[in-house]
Protein backbone atom coordinates (compact mmCIF):
# COMPACT_ATOMS: atom_id res chain seq x y z
CA UNK A 1 0.00 0.00 0.00
CA UNK A 2 1.15 3.59 -0.84
CA UNK A 3 0.63 6.12 1.95
CA UNK A 4 1.47 9.53 1.15
CA UNK A 5 2.73 12.10 4.20
CA UNK A 6 1.96 16.03 4.15
CA UNK A 7 4.74 17.48 6.16
CA UNK A 8 4.88 21.17 5.97
CA UNK A 9 5.17 21.57 2.08
CA UNK A 10 6.68 18.53 1.27
CA UNK A 11 4.94 15.59 0.26
CA UNK A 12 7.08 12.05 1.15
CA UNK A 13 5.50 9.04 -0.69
CA UNK A 14 6.44 5.70 1.73
CA UNK A 15 5.14 1.74 0.92
CA UNK A 16 3.89 0.60 3.88
CA UNK A 17 2.34 -2.36 5.49
CA UNK A 18 -0.24 -2.64 8.84
CA UNK A 19 2.01 -2.38 12.00
CA UNK A 20 1.20 -5.34 13.96
CA UNK A 21 2.79 -4.58 17.36
CA UNK A 22 0.42 -3.43 19.72
CA UNK A 23 2.07 -0.25 21.14
CA UNK A 24 1.58 1.02 17.60
CA UNK A 25 -1.15 3.93 17.32
CA UNK A 26 -0.28 5.17 14.07
CA UNK A 27 -1.15 1.30 12.58
CA UNK A 28 2.05 2.00 9.48
CA UNK A 29 5.32 0.77 9.47
CA UNK A 30 8.32 1.41 6.85
CA UNK A 31 8.12 -1.90 4.58
CA UNK A 32 11.67 0.18 2.42
CA UNK A 33 15.05 -0.73 2.81
CA UNK A 34 14.98 1.37 6.10
CA UNK A 35 12.27 -1.20 7.43
CA UNK A 36 12.07 -0.29 11.22
CA UNK A 37 12.49 3.81 10.91
CA UNK A 38 9.35 5.46 11.70
CA UNK A 39 7.27 7.53 9.34
CA UNK A 40 7.43 10.76 11.28
CA UNK A 41 4.50 13.13 11.39
CA UNK A 42 3.77 15.98 13.72
CA UNK A 43 1.13 14.85 16.43
CA UNK A 44 1.04 10.82 14.80
CA UNK A 45 1.50 8.31 17.23
CA UNK A 46 4.91 5.85 16.10
CA UNK A 47 5.47 2.46 16.95
CA UNK A 48 9.21 1.89 16.79
CA UNK A 49 10.83 -0.96 16.42
CA UNK A 50 14.77 -0.14 17.40
CA UNK A 51 17.08 -2.04 20.18
CA UNK A 52 18.82 -0.07 22.94
CA UNK A 53 22.19 1.85 22.93
CA UNK A 54 23.67 3.26 25.84
CA UNK A 55 24.83 6.89 24.43
CA UNK A 56 26.04 10.08 25.99
CA UNK A 57 25.52 11.26 29.83
CA UNK A 58 24.16 12.54 31.94
CA UNK A 59 24.45 15.09 35.34
CA UNK A 60 22.29 14.36 38.01
CA UNK A 61 19.11 16.08 38.43
CA UNK A 62 19.23 18.60 41.54
CA UNK A 63 21.91 20.48 40.08
CA UNK A 64 21.42 23.32 42.43
CA UNK A 65 21.44 20.39 45.21
CA UNK A 66 24.95 18.59 46.65
CA UNK A 67 22.75 16.59 48.51
CA UNK A 68 23.34 13.70 46.13
CA UNK A 69 26.07 12.04 44.45
CA UNK A 70 27.10 12.90 40.68
CA UNK A 71 25.94 10.34 38.49
CA UNK A 72 28.40 7.97 36.37
CA UNK A 73 26.22 5.72 34.03
CA UNK A 74 24.66 6.98 30.83
CA UNK A 75 21.51 8.41 30.15
CA UNK A 76 19.28 9.38 27.28
CA UNK A 77 21.84 12.35 25.80
CA UNK A 78 22.54 11.60 22.49
CA UNK A 79 24.68 13.71 19.62
CA UNK A 80 23.42 15.85 17.72
CA UNK A 81 24.17 15.18 13.69
CA UNK A 82 25.13 18.89 12.08
CA UNK A 83 22.09 18.14 9.84
CA UNK A 84 19.96 18.95 12.91
CA UNK A 85 21.04 21.69 14.95
CA UNK A 86 18.93 24.02 13.08
CA UNK A 87 15.66 21.75 13.89
CA UNK A 88 17.00 21.15 17.55
CA UNK A 89 17.60 24.81 18.47
CA UNK A 90 14.42 26.57 16.42
CA UNK A 91 12.24 23.62 15.10
CA UNK A 92 10.82 23.95 11.84
CA UNK A 93 10.00 21.05 9.72
CA UNK A 94 13.01 19.07 7.45
CA UNK A 95 14.30 21.08 4.21
CA UNK A 96 14.53 17.22 2.54
CA UNK A 97 14.18 13.80 2.37
CA UNK A 98 17.60 13.04 3.26
CA UNK A 99 17.07 15.28 6.74
CA UNK A 100 13.92 13.72 7.39
CA UNK A 101 15.56 10.48 7.47
CA UNK A 102 18.42 11.50 9.80
CA UNK A 103 15.59 13.10 12.09
CA UNK A 104 13.89 10.04 11.84
CA UNK A 105 16.80 8.15 12.99
CA UNK A 106 17.65 10.36 15.45
CA UNK A 107 14.18 9.94 17.33
CA UNK A 108 15.04 6.31 17.10
CA UNK A 109 18.13 6.64 19.31
CA UNK A 110 16.33 8.16 22.17
CA UNK A 111 13.32 6.38 22.20
CA UNK A 112 15.13 3.40 22.82
CA UNK A 113 17.03 5.02 25.58
CA UNK A 114 13.91 6.55 27.36
CA UNK A 115 11.70 3.61 27.49
CA UNK A 116 14.16 2.22 30.28
CA UNK A 117 13.67 5.82 32.60
CA UNK A 118 9.75 5.75 31.60
CA UNK A 119 7.60 3.77 34.36
CA UNK A 120 4.48 3.21 35.52
CA UNK A 121 2.99 4.29 38.36
CA UNK A 122 0.64 3.04 40.67
CA UNK A 123 -1.07 4.01 43.53
CA UNK A 124 -4.06 2.38 45.18
CA UNK A 125 -5.85 1.48 41.87
CA UNK A 126 -4.93 4.72 40.15
CA UNK A 127 -2.12 4.40 37.44
CA UNK A 128 -0.09 6.91 35.80
CA UNK A 129 3.88 7.17 34.78
CA UNK A 130 6.93 8.56 35.83
CA UNK A 131 10.65 9.57 34.79
CA UNK A 132 13.43 8.09 36.41
CA UNK A 133 16.16 11.30 36.74
CA UNK A 134 18.84 9.99 38.75
CA UNK A 135 20.38 6.87 39.34
CA UNK A 136 19.35 6.67 43.34
CA UNK A 137 15.99 6.18 41.75
CA UNK A 138 14.25 9.54 42.15
CA UNK A 139 11.07 9.82 39.82
CA UNK A 140 9.84 13.13 38.44
CA UNK A 141 6.00 12.84 37.84
CA UNK A 142 2.77 14.63 38.03
CA UNK A 143 1.41 15.79 41.27
CA UNK A 144 -1.85 14.34 40.54
CA UNK A 145 -0.59 11.08 40.04
CA UNK A 146 1.40 10.98 43.17
CA UNK A 147 -1.57 12.24 45.30
CA UNK A 148 0.19 13.26 48.10
CA UNK A 149 3.24 12.77 50.15
CA UNK A 150 4.55 9.33 51.55
CA UNK A 151 2.23 6.98 50.24
CA UNK A 152 3.47 3.39 48.93
CA UNK A 153 3.63 4.06 45.60
CA UNK A 154 4.40 0.56 43.03
CA UNK A 155 6.58 0.61 39.78
CA UNK A 156 6.86 -1.27 37.03
CA UNK A 157 9.49 -0.67 34.87
CA UNK A 158 10.13 -1.01 31.53
CA UNK A 159 10.93 -4.64 31.77
CA UNK A 160 8.33 -5.82 33.87
CA UNK A 161 10.15 -6.01 37.30
CA UNK A 162 8.05 -4.88 40.44
CA UNK A 163 9.66 -2.43 42.59
CA UNK A 164 8.33 -0.20 45.55
CA UNK A 165 8.65 3.96 46.06
CA UNK A 166 7.68 6.17 48.51
CA UNK A 167 5.85 9.99 47.16
CA UNK A 168 7.66 12.81 48.52
CA UNK A 169 7.03 16.30 47.59
CA UNK A 170 3.96 18.03 45.38
CA UNK A 171 3.66 21.57 43.90
CA UNK A 172 0.33 21.05 43.17
CA UNK A 173 0.43 25.03 41.62
CA UNK A 174 2.03 23.14 38.20
CA UNK A 175 1.57 19.52 38.39
CA UNK A 176 5.14 18.92 39.92
CA UNK A 177 5.42 15.38 42.11
CA UNK A 178 8.31 13.44 43.33
CA UNK A 179 8.78 9.58 44.50
CA UNK A 180 11.55 7.46 45.10
CA UNK A 181 11.95 4.71 44.58
CA UNK A 182 12.75 2.46 48.24
CA UNK A 183 16.64 1.63 48.70
CA UNK A 184 17.94 -2.07 48.52
CA UNK A 185 16.31 -2.82 45.35
CA UNK A 186 18.90 -2.57 42.83
CA UNK A 187 21.86 -4.23 44.09
CA UNK A 188 23.91 -1.30 44.55
CA UNK A 189 23.58 -1.01 40.60
CA UNK A 190 22.26 2.38 38.82
CA UNK A 191 18.79 2.75 38.08
CA UNK A 192 18.92 3.84 34.22
CA UNK A 193 17.92 7.49 34.03
CA UNK A 194 17.24 10.48 32.25
CA UNK A 195 19.89 12.88 30.80
CA UNK A 196 18.45 16.65 32.49
CA UNK A 197 17.87 19.05 30.06
CA UNK A 198 16.13 22.89 30.61
CA UNK A 199 12.79 24.27 29.94
CA UNK A 200 14.13 27.63 29.47
CA UNK A 201 15.57 27.95 25.72
CA UNK A 202 12.53 25.68 24.14
CA UNK A 203 10.12 27.43 21.61
CA UNK A 204 7.41 27.01 19.47
CA UNK A 205 8.02 24.96 16.70
CA UNK A 206 10.88 22.37 18.45
CA UNK A 207 10.48 18.93 17.84
CA UNK A 208 10.21 16.13 21.07
CA UNK A 209 9.79 12.81 21.98
CA UNK A 210 6.97 11.75 24.59
CA UNK A 211 6.71 8.57 26.51
CA UNK A 212 4.59 6.84 28.38
CA UNK A 213 1.79 4.07 29.23
CA UNK A 214 -1.57 5.35 27.22
CA UNK A 215 -4.58 3.39 28.83
CA UNK A 216 -2.40 2.32 31.81
CA UNK A 217 0.68 -0.23 32.15
CA UNK A 218 0.98 -3.32 29.84
CA UNK A 219 4.01 -5.60 29.82
CA UNK A 220 3.63 -7.30 26.24
CA UNK A 221 3.35 -3.38 24.64
CA UNK A 222 5.89 -1.66 27.13
CA UNK A 223 6.30 2.04 26.98
CA UNK A 224 4.76 4.16 23.53
CA UNK A 225 6.93 6.55 22.39
CA UNK A 226 5.40 9.17 20.08
CA UNK A 227 6.82 12.37 18.67
CA UNK A 228 5.93 16.11 17.83
CA UNK A 229 6.49 19.55 18.49
CA UNK A 230 6.01 22.28 20.79
CA UNK A 231 2.98 24.82 20.16
CA UNK A 232 3.48 27.44 22.96
CA UNK A 233 5.59 27.88 25.88
CA UNK A 234 5.39 29.84 28.99
CA UNK A 235 7.07 29.53 32.48
CA UNK A 236 4.60 27.34 33.96
CA UNK A 237 3.44 24.98 31.05
CA UNK A 238 4.26 24.07 27.61
CA UNK A 239 2.18 22.53 25.33
CA UNK A 240 2.32 19.87 22.67
CA UNK A 241 0.92 18.22 19.59
CA UNK A 242 1.90 14.75 21.10
CA UNK A 243 -0.86 12.45 20.73
CA UNK A 244 -1.50 11.66 24.72
CA UNK A 245 -4.18 9.73 26.54
CA UNK A 246 -5.17 9.08 30.37
CA UNK A 247 -2.26 6.96 31.78
CA UNK A 248 0.14 8.97 29.97
CA UNK A 249 0.10 11.47 32.80
CA UNK A 250 3.58 11.98 34.59
CA UNK A 251 5.84 10.16 31.71
CA UNK A 252 8.75 12.20 30.04
CA UNK A 253 8.96 14.79 27.20
CA UNK A 254 12.46 14.82 25.30
CA UNK A 255 14.23 16.80 23.36
CA UNK A 256 16.31 16.22 19.98
CA UNK A 257 19.20 15.67 21.88
CA UNK A 258 17.43 13.33 24.60
CA UNK A 259 17.49 15.57 27.42
CA UNK A 260 14.43 15.89 29.70
CA UNK A 261 12.31 18.89 28.92
CA UNK A 262 8.88 18.64 30.63
CA UNK A 263 6.83 15.66 32.47
CA UNK A 264 3.49 15.32 30.90
CA UNK A 265 0.31 16.75 33.17
CA UNK A 266 -3.25 17.11 31.54
CA UNK A 267 -4.82 16.43 28.12
CA UNK A 268 -6.33 19.49 26.48
CA UNK A 269 -9.05 19.82 24.50
CA UNK A 270 -7.96 17.51 21.51
CA UNK A 271 -6.00 13.99 22.19
CA UNK A 272 -2.92 15.86 19.92
CA UNK A 273 -3.24 19.12 21.99
CA UNK A 274 -1.03 18.85 25.92
CA UNK A 275 0.18 20.39 28.84
CA UNK A 276 3.44 19.34 30.26
CA UNK A 277 5.29 20.38 33.05
CA UNK A 278 8.20 22.16 31.98
CA UNK A 279 11.23 20.70 34.30
CA UNK A 280 12.69 23.62 35.64
CA UNK A 281 9.97 23.94 38.02
CA UNK A 282 11.46 20.24 39.61
CA UNK A 283 14.65 22.01 39.85
CA UNK A 284 13.81 25.31 41.26
CA UNK A 285 11.79 23.20 44.03
CA UNK A 286 13.81 19.79 44.53
CA UNK A 287 14.85 20.92 48.47
CA UNK A 288 11.25 21.38 49.11
CA UNK A 289 9.86 18.14 47.05
CA UNK A 290 12.77 15.85 48.46
CA UNK A 291 11.46 17.02 52.13
CA UNK A 292 8.01 15.92 50.95
CA UNK A 293 6.40 19.29 51.20
CA UNK A 294 2.84 20.04 49.50
CA UNK A 295 1.73 23.35 48.02
CA UNK A 296 -0.67 25.16 45.73
CA UNK A 297 -3.69 24.53 43.84
CA UNK A 298 -3.40 23.28 40.16
CA UNK A 299 -6.38 24.80 38.24
CA UNK A 300 -9.16 22.08 37.74
CA UNK A 301 -7.54 20.15 40.69
CA UNK A 302 -8.76 21.80 43.92
CA UNK A 303 -10.18 19.51 46.10
CA UNK A 304 -13.69 20.05 47.75
CA UNK A 305 -15.70 17.98 50.75
CA UNK A 306 -18.76 20.16 50.69
CA UNK A 307 -18.79 20.95 54.30
CA UNK A 308 -19.33 23.60 56.67
CA UNK A 309 -18.30 24.31 59.91
CA UNK A 310 -17.04 27.03 63.05
CA UNK A 311 -13.38 27.38 62.68
CA UNK A 312 -13.30 28.93 66.46
CA UNK A 313 -14.58 25.74 67.94
CA UNK A 314 -11.79 23.15 69.20
CA UNK A 315 -14.01 20.32 67.46
CA UNK A 316 -14.39 19.58 63.76
CA UNK A 317 -18.35 20.10 64.25
CA UNK A 318 -20.10 19.91 60.71
CA UNK A 319 -22.63 22.53 60.29
CA UNK A 320 -24.05 22.19 57.15
CA UNK A 321 -23.74 19.43 54.45
CA UNK A 322 -23.69 21.19 51.10
CA UNK A 323 -26.53 19.15 48.42
CA UNK A 324 -24.76 16.83 45.81
CA UNK A 325 -21.63 17.26 47.17
CA UNK A 326 -19.15 14.37 47.81
CA UNK A 327 -19.94 14.61 52.03
CA UNK A 328 -23.87 14.24 51.03
CA UNK A 329 -22.94 11.33 48.65
CA UNK A 330 -21.20 9.65 51.26
CA UNK A 331 -23.26 10.21 54.30
CA UNK A 332 -21.81 12.68 56.47
CA UNK A 333 -24.32 14.74 58.39
CA UNK A 334 -25.28 17.94 60.15
CA UNK A 335 -23.99 17.84 63.80
CA UNK A 336 -21.23 15.00 62.50
CA UNK A 337 -18.02 15.70 64.41
CA UNK A 338 -14.96 14.48 62.22
CA UNK A 339 -11.99 12.64 64.41
CA UNK A 340 -9.98 11.26 61.82
CA UNK A 341 -9.41 12.03 58.06
CA UNK A 342 -7.84 9.53 56.56
CA UNK A 343 -4.33 9.32 58.50
CA UNK A 344 -4.32 12.93 60.37
CA UNK A 345 -5.97 13.36 63.72
CA UNK A 346 -8.61 16.25 63.54
CA UNK A 347 -9.49 18.20 66.45
CA UNK A 348 -10.76 21.20 64.72
CA UNK A 349 -12.88 22.57 61.42
CA UNK A 350 -9.24 24.42 60.46
CA UNK A 351 -7.41 21.22 60.70
CA UNK A 352 -9.74 19.51 58.71
CA UNK A 353 -9.93 22.24 56.05
CA UNK A 354 -5.79 21.56 56.01
CA UNK A 355 -6.45 18.21 55.48
CA UNK A 356 -8.48 17.84 52.84
CA UNK A 357 -6.69 20.55 50.78
CA UNK A 358 -3.86 18.34 50.72
CA UNK A 359 -5.96 15.34 48.65
CA UNK A 360 -6.30 14.99 44.96
CA UNK A 361 -10.19 14.93 43.23
CA UNK A 362 -10.87 11.64 42.87
CA UNK A 363 -9.08 10.55 46.19
CA UNK A 364 -10.77 8.10 48.23
CA UNK A 365 -10.61 9.12 52.14
CA UNK A 366 -11.39 7.04 55.01
CA UNK A 367 -12.87 9.53 57.51
CA UNK A 368 -14.28 8.95 61.02
CA UNK A 369 -16.79 10.56 62.66
CA UNK A 370 -18.67 10.39 66.04
CA UNK A 371 -22.58 10.87 65.73
CA UNK A 372 -24.71 11.31 68.72
CA UNK A 373 -22.59 10.57 71.13
CA UNK A 374 -22.58 7.16 69.44
CA UNK A 375 -19.21 5.59 68.95
CA UNK A 376 -17.42 6.69 65.85
CA UNK A 377 -18.23 5.22 62.63
CA UNK A 378 -16.63 4.98 59.27
CA UNK A 379 -17.26 6.92 56.07
CA UNK A 380 -15.45 6.65 53.01
CA UNK A 381 -15.27 9.70 50.71
CA UNK A 382 -14.00 10.52 47.22
CA UNK A 383 -12.93 13.71 46.98
CA UNK A 384 -14.71 16.40 44.67
CA UNK A 385 -13.31 19.18 42.42
CA UNK A 386 -14.04 22.78 42.80
CA UNK A 387 -15.94 23.63 39.81
Not at 334 to 353: A, H, M, W
Request: overall charge positive.
Amino acid sequence: MNLSLLWGQMKVDLETEPCESAACQCHWRSNASQAGRIAVVAGMVLCLHVGFAAVGSTQDFARSTSSLSPTTSPGTRVSVPPQLENLLRHGGVPSSLAQMQILEKQQQKIAALAKDCTVSVQIGSAQGCGVIVTESGYILTAAHVATRPNLSASIKLSNGRTVTATTLGLNRSVDAGLIKINGGQNGGAPWPHASLGTSEKVVPGMWCIATGHPGGYERERGPVTRVGRLLAVSSDKIVTDCALIGGDSGGPLFDLEGRLIAVHSRIGNDVADNLHVPVDHYDASWKRLVAGEQWGFLEGFQPVLGVSGNESTGVARILKVSKGSPAEKAGFRVNDVVERFGDVPISSFSQLKKAVSNTMPGERVEVWVSRNSDRPRRIVVEIGRVE
